[in-house]
C-alpha cells in the first residue's frame, strides 16, 4: 500500500502580532528609533560608494512639528526594491548575494531586515522616497506603511525627487512627540552616531548642529604620545563620567578593534565586569557591555569601535561568539603587557595603580606565572616582619611559615616575629596560592605550612624546678580550663608584654564543632557522632613565664581568685587572635572581669577602713 504524503503548508504570520513584537518587544526602549533611521542611511551610503566613492555621503535628521525626516544620499530604491526590502519583513539587501555574505558584514550595519519596523514603536506611519542611485532609469518611488501591517506603493513623476537617494519620514503616534523633539533627536543621534564615519547632521528650528566628530579619538594624529595620552583621557572622562587611573590604547587590526581601556580610579566588585561602551563601525551598541575583557580585568573600562563582532537582534548586546572570545583574549594580552610595562618603566603609576587594585592583580597572578614574576616585587602581603613584598620576606627568611588562616596568623604573629620565624598570613583571597608559588619564581626559597604546635615547639621550655613549683597552679588552671577542651602548658617568651598565648589548631576546631553538635543532636545522631570523636589536638593556652602578671598569677592561693585569673588570661589570649567569640566565651570574660574587679574594690575598701 502507498503511504500519501501528507500536504505540506506555509507558517501563516498574523502580521500585526509580528509588527508589535519587532517594535514594542525586541528592544528595551523607544530610543533605537533613531538608531535604526541612521543605520540604514549610513548603510545606503556605504552601498553607493562601493560603486561611486565620490557619491555624496552626508545625512540629514529634520525636526519636523510631529514628526522627523532623514535624508540620505544613498544608494535608494527601485520600485521592485521596495517591495523586495522594505515590504518584506526579515529580507535585506545588506545579506544580498550581490553584497556577499561577508562583505555585507563587514561593510554593513544592518543585517535582519527588520529595523525600519522599531520605528512603529514610536509612530504610527512611516513613508519612504527613494531614487535609485543604480538604476538611473528608474523613476522615483513612494512607500507608505501604517502600524498595522498595510503600504501603498506609487511611483512618483520624475521631477518629484532629483536626486538619488532616500527621505524616510516617521510621523509620531499620539502619545509618543516627546520622541520627536528637537533636544531629544540631537542627544540621540549624538548618542549612536558619535563615531559614524558619515557626516550627522540634526536641523531643527531653522539650526543645523553636525553631532558626531569624525575619526574618533583614537584615530587622530596627536603631536606626542603625552598628548595622545591626555586626549584619550579627556575623551573617558567625557564618556565614561570618570577620571581613569591609566589609559590602555587598544588596537587589534586583526578584528578591526581600536579603542581604549580605562583603569578605575577606585576599587571595583570583580563581580561587576560590564560597563564597556562598545560601538559597532561607528555606530552606539551599547554603554553596558559585557564579556569583552577577561574576568581578572575587572579594573578597566574600555571604549572601543569594532568591525567585526556581531550584534544580537536588538542591536543592544554582542553576540558571544568565538570572535567575542578571541578579542576577549587578545584584549586581555593587551591589559597584561601595560601592566607589564608599567613595571619596567614607571613603578610609581604601578604602585598607585596597586594600592586600588592589588586585588585583581593577585587573581590574575594566581594563573599567571610570568605576570606574578614581573608582579612578585610589587604585591604586597602581610607578614610577621609587617606588610611585605613576598620578594622581600624571602629575602629575610628563606624559610617561609604560611598561616592558612587570618586566625592561625594573628594567633601566632606577636610570638614567631618574636622568635625569628617568618610567617606569612595566608588567610586573605588568593594569598596562599601566590605564597605557595614563591619557590617556582624565586629558586632557593620554601614555604611550609605553619602549624601552631610548631610555633610552641619553637618556644622554650622553663626549667625543671620552676615547673615543678608551679606545678599545683598548672593543674588547677588545667581542671578549670578542662570543659573549654583547652590545655594549659607554660613556657618562656617574648616579646614579656604577652602574657598568654591561644593557639588552636584546624583540628581541634574541628573537633570542637562536632562536640557542640554532638551535644544538641537526638540520641541517634549523638551515637555517630561520638563514633566520629577524634583524638586531635585540643586548643592550648600557653602561658608566659617571663610575663609579670602570670607569675603573680601562679603564686595566687586562694582557689576562687586563682580560678578566675585563669579565666581572664583564658579571655585576654581569645581576644588576641581577633577572632569572633562565642557566646558562652565572651561570658565567661566578662564574668571574670567582673569578679575581678568586685575582688579589687573591695580589697580597696578593706585597705581603707
Ligand atoms: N535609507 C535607505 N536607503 C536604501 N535602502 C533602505 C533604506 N532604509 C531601508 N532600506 C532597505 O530596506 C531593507 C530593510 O531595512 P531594515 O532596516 O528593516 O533592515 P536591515 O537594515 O536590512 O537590517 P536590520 O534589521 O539589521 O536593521 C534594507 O535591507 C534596505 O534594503
Redesign the pocket.
Known amino acids: 500500500m502507498r503511504v500519501q504524503e501528507p500536504p505540506s503548508h506555509t507558517f501563516q504570520v498574523d502580521l500585526r502580532g509580528l509588527v508589535d513584537l519587532l517594535s514594542h518587544h525586541l528592544y528595551s526602549s523607544p530610543r533605537v528609533y533613531v538608531r ?1 533611521l541612521l ?3 549610513v ?2 551610503v556605504t552601498a553607493r560608494q562601493r560603486t561611486e566613492p565620490d557619491a555624496p555621503s552626508e545625512i540629514r535628521l529634520t525636526v519636523l512639528p510631529g514628526a522627523l525626516r532623514v535624508d ?1 544620499p ?4 527601485t520600485e521592485a ?1 521596495v517591495h523586495r ?2 515590504a518584506t519583513i526579515g ?4 545579506r544580498d548575494d550581490l553584497a556577499g555574505v561577508e562583505v555585507a558584514r563587514r561593510e554593513f550595519l ?8 522599531a520605528c512603529f514603536v514610536v509612530a504610527d506611519e512611516i513613508t519612504v522616497v ?1 531614487r535609485s542611485a543604480v538604476d538611473p532609469a528608474a523613476t522615483p518611488v513612494e512607500w507608505r506603511a501604517t502600524s498595522d501591517g498595510a503600504y501603498t506603493v506609487r511611483t512618483l513623476p520624475a521631477d518629484a525627487r532629483a536626486e538619488a537617494g ?1 527621505t ?1 519620514t516617521v510621523t509620531a503616534r499620539h502619545g509618543a512627540e516627546p520622541w520627536f523633539t528637537a533636544e531629544r533627536v540631537t542627544e540621540l543621534a549624538g548618542s549612536f552616531g558619535a563615531l559614524l564615519r558619515h557626516e550627522i547632521r540634526v536641523v531643527a528650528d531653522g539650526v543645523t548642529t553636525t553631532v558626531n566628530r569624525t575619526p574618533a579619538v583614537w584615530d587622530r594624529d596627536h603631536p606626542t604620545p603625552d598628548a595622545r595620552r591626555a586626549a584619550l583621557l579627556t575623551y573617558g572622562y567625557e564618556t565614561l563620567g570618570f577620571a581613569a587611573l591609566d589609559v590602555v590604547d587598544l588596537d587589534l587590526p586583526l578584528v578591526g578593534v581600536r579603542g581604549a581601556a580605562y583603569v578605575l580610579p577606585v576599587a571595583s566588585n570583580p563581580l561587576e565586569r560590564g560597563g564597556h561602551r562598545v560601538y559597532l563601525k561607528g555606530m552606539l551598541l551599547s554603554e553596558s557591555a559585557s564579556k569583552l575583557l577577561p574576568e581578572w580585568a575587572f579594573f578597566a573600562r574600555c571604549v572601543l569601535d569594532a568591525e567585526a563582532l556581531r550584534p544580537t537582534a536588538s542591536r543592544e548586546a554582542l553576540y558571544d561568539d568565538e570572535t567575542l572570545a578571541a578579542v576577549r583574549e587578545a584584549l586581555g594580552e593587551r591589559i597584561r603587557g601595560w601592566l607589564t610595562g608599567l613595571a619596567a618603566t614607571d613603578p610609581e603609576r604601578l604602585e598607585r595603580f596597586l594600592s586600588v587594585h592589588q586585588l585583581g592583580v593577585k587573581a590574575l597572578a594566581v594563573h599567571d606565572d610570568e605576570l606574578l614574576r614581573t608582579m612578585l616585587p610589587w604585591l604586597r602581603f602581610e607578614t610577621t616582619a609587617g606588610t611585605l613584598s613576598l620578594a622581600e620576606l624571602a629575602r629575610r627568611h628563606p624559610v617561609v611559615h604560611l598561616a592558612r588562616t587570618v586566625e592561625e596568623f594573628r594567633q601566632v604573629s606577636a610570638i614567631a616575629s618574636a622568635q625569628g620565624l617568618g610567617v606569612v598570613n595566608g588567610g586573605y583571597t588568593y594569598d596562599a596560592e601566590l605564597v605557595e608559588k614563591l619557590p617556582t619564581v624565586a629558586p632557593g626559597t620554601s614555604v611550609v605550612p605553619l602549624a601552631a604546635d610548631a610555633v610552641v615547639a619553637h618556644l622554650d621550655a622553663v626549667p625543671a624546678d620552676r615547673e615543678l613549683a608551679v606545678a599545683a597552679f598548672l593543674a588547677a588552671a588545667r581542671a578549670r580550663l578542662d570543659k573549654l577542651d583547652c590545655d594549659v602548658v607554660l613556657r618562656a617568651f617574648h616579646p614579656v608584654t604577652v602574657p598568654a598565648l591561644y593557639l588552636d589548631s584546624r583540628e581541634a576546631l574541628h573537633e570542637r564543632s562536632r562536640a557542640q553538635a554532638e551535644a544538641e543532636a537526638d540520641p541517634l545522631w549523638t551515637e555517630i557522632l561520638s563514633n566520629l570523636r577524634s583524638t586531635a589536638p585540643r586548643a592550648q593556652l600557653v602561658l608566659n613565664d617571663h610575663n609579670p602578671v602570670v607569675r603573680t598569677v601562679a603564686a595566687l592561693t586562694e582557689p576562687e581568685l586563682r580560678d578566675t585569673a585563669v579565666d581572664a588570661l583564658y579571655g585576654q589570649a581569645l581576644l588576641m587572635t581577633h577572632r569572633p567569640l562565642r557566646t558562652t566565651e565572651s561570658a565567661l570574660l566578662n564574668r571574670a572581669l567582673g569578679d575581678l574587679l568586685t575582688w579589687a574594690a573591695d580589697q580597696t575598701r578593706t585597705r581603707e577602713a
Open positions: 535604526e543605520q540604514n542611511a548603510d545606503a540620505d544613498g544608494i535608494g530604491l526594491d526590502f522594505l529580507s535585506s539587501s545588506k544592518g543585517q535582519f531586515g527588520i529595523g525600519l519596523l527613494s532616500t524616510v
